[in-house]
């Protein structure tokens, strides 16, 4: 089992950049890939990015080029930081960390992944 936490959420302006932060633990967390997803008022969840226990990612098309995933992996726990640039009011939403089984290439399905966080909110103002 993997427990997920996101930190690093709030109000940013447009233009400005942000860095989400997810802590995923558990006896078999680092062999996990862990990937954010987010989801906006009315819309449904969209995948952002996903990186796997190898370090490399796969990121959705609103995001590509302007956010950048990184991972730290520990014996029990892994950090997965998403570092947001050039923020965009449409990118405003609740973001959530989750973690999946599949490995290669990092999933972008909602479906393959297993364990999810809370969620934590981004909000960007124009």
């Known amino acids: 089992q993997v427990q997920l936490v996101e930190s690093g959420g709030g109000l940013v302006q447009a233009g400005d950049s942000l860095r989400l932060s997810c802590a995923a633990s558990g006896r078999t967390a680092s062999a996990y890939t862990v990937g954010w997803f987010r989801q906006a008022p009315g819309k449904e969840r969209e995948f952002v990015a996903s990186?796997?226990?190898?370090?490399?990612?796969?990121?959705g098309d609103s995001v590509k080029d302007r956010f950048t995933a990184f991972r730290v992996n520990d014996e029990n726990t892994v950090t997965v930081s998403l570092q947001m640039s050039s923020l965009k009011p449409e990118d405003t939403a609740d973001y959530y960390c989750a973690a999946s089984a599949a490995i290669a290439p990092p999933p972008t399905a909602e479906i393959t992944y297993d364990y999810w966080g809370q969620g934590t909110q981004v909000t960007v103002s124009s």
């Open positions: 990186i796997n226990q190898y370090g490399a990612a796969v990121y």
